[in-house]
């Protein structure tokens, strides 16, 4: 049984909600799945003035926990095109797993949101891929298998690049049902490519 890491941060629980889709459709595909968060890097007063969502339920992760997957799914949010800087300090932190190749050939993937329809998302997935590659994974993206990232009914996240959200306030910043549908193929697709090359 191939082992997943769905790894995230989320500010006000769009992502966390995300992430948790992501599980569901690797766990559908047979995989054993561990649904982690970053640290919060802002001062707790701050969090709490912003409103950030503070009670989530995920464990910490730490980074000696990204060399016992064999596939690790990245999702975090949008700051201005790029991916939040919680995601990006934990992620620096990895020099160490990255010179010993303890990812290398492993499966990657990306989910993240943005507050508007052009808000980056296809920017921050790459600039999470990017940083996949860099650990020498190998990445796989929300293919069009899944149709609903094609739909003109309604305003919807989505990319091959990985699977998105728009946090749009009519709906209180949730994912909608075609996003959460989203991330669990990507979920299952990456579930499948490991268990193939981990068989």
Do not use: C
Not at 117 to 142: A, C, K, P, W, Y
């Amino acid at each position: 049984m191939v082992k997943v890491l769905v790894l995230y941060y989320s500010s006000y629980g769009g992502i966390e909600a995300m992430a948790h889709a992501v599980a569901a459709g690797a766990v559908e595909a047979g995989a054993e799945v561990a649904v982690m968060r970053v640290p919060e890097a802002a001062p707790q007063a701050v969090a709490l003035g912003a409103g950030f969502k503070i009670d989530q339920q995920a464990p910490v992760a730490t980074i000696a926990d990204l060399e016992r997957y064999d596939a690790l799914v990245v999702g975090v949010g949008t700051r201005f095109g790029r991916m939040a800087s919680q995601m990006t300090n934990f992620l620096d932190q990895a020099g160490g797993t990255w010179a010993g190749g303890a990812l290398q050939g492993k499966v990657g993937g990306a989910f993240t949101s943005t507050a508007t329809q052009h808000g980056g998302q296809e920017t921050t997935l790459l600039s999470i891929i990017v940083n996949l590659l860099h650990f020498g994974m190998v990445i796989v993206g929300l293919d069009y298998g899944y149709t609903g990232q094609m739909t003109l009914d309604e305003i919807s996240g989505g990319s091959p690049y990985g699977a998105t959200t728009i946090a749009q306030a009519s709906n209180g910043g949730r994912p909608t049902e075609n996003e959460l549908a989203g991330a669990r193929h990507q979920g299952r697709r990456i579930a499948q490519v490991a268990a193939k090359l981990f068989a």
